[in-house]
């Protein structure tokens, strides 16, 4: 059973360009999580989802960004109109209805 | 707001030596929680969960973890680090219905010296 399935692992963008991050959840799972991983900073929850609905998206930045998990395909974070301070790692993970959370191996975000 | 604090920012120890990680929640309902681990240059993984039962939860690699709900806390514990539990360690908080998120704290830097 292959893990969550992140790509691209590393990302670089200009400022000013659009960043896509893509997540296969595991097979099996229905639920989707993004979350933002800054130096010394931890873990930041951004959005979680489920097929075709967003269920919780109180820690996306109100402008720029945009998830969305259809109901074929990956799950895909979008990021509009990079700035530096967007430069991050940005971690996926899936789990089925409920209990533990399964995490990909990350994609590295570097606005230059 | 659901938070997790985890006090220690950054613990070296030399080998052998005992571990333990403070980790305390705020949330206002019914938890599951969680430690997880970041080895360098890799995703995380989980060590341990706490649902229901015993508070005293046992995981994976010698680790163990006690929930005292008066306290809000999930501490991690482990007797005898080894070299190779060099890793960053992250408690995490949900709630227990469906459909809520899991919110981690800031994370702890282990460094274990052979």
């Known amino acids: 059973n292959a893990g969550v399935m992140q790509n691209p692992r590393h990302l670089v963008r200009r400022r000013g360009q659009e960043a896509r991050l893509r997540c296969s959840p595991m097979k099996g799972h229905s639920h989707v999580y993004w979350y933002r991983q800054l130096p010394e900073e931890g873990l930041k929850f951004m959005v979680y989802l489920q097929k075709e609905n967003i269920i919780d998206e109180s820690g996306m930045p109100k402008e720029r960004f945009s998830a969305e998990f259809p109901k074929e395909g990956p799950s895909i974070l979008r990021i509009q109109q990079v700035v530096r301070g967007d430069s991050a790692a940005y971690f996926c993970a899936s789990s089925p209805d409920t209990g533990e959370l399964f995490f990909g191996e990350g994609s590295r975000l570097t606005v230059l | ?114």
């Open chain 2, 1 to 114: 707001a659901q938070s997790v604090s985890q006090h220690n920012h950054h613990v070296i120890l030399s080998e052998a030596a005992s571990l333990e990680l403070g980790c305390n929640y705020s949330y206002g309902g019914t938890v599951n929680l969680f430690w997880y681990v970041q080895y360098p240059g890799q995703h995380l993984q989980l060590l341990l969960k706490y649902f229901s039962g015993d508070p005293l939860v046992k995981g994976i690699k010698g680790f163990e973890a006690e929930f005292i709900k008066s306290k809000f806390s999930f501490n991690l514990r482990k007797p005898s680090v080894q070299w190779s539990d060099t890793a960053e360690y992250f408690c995490a908080v949900r709630g227990n219905q469906a459909g809520t998120a899991l919110i981690f704290g800031k994370g702890t830097t282990l460094s274990v010296s052979s």
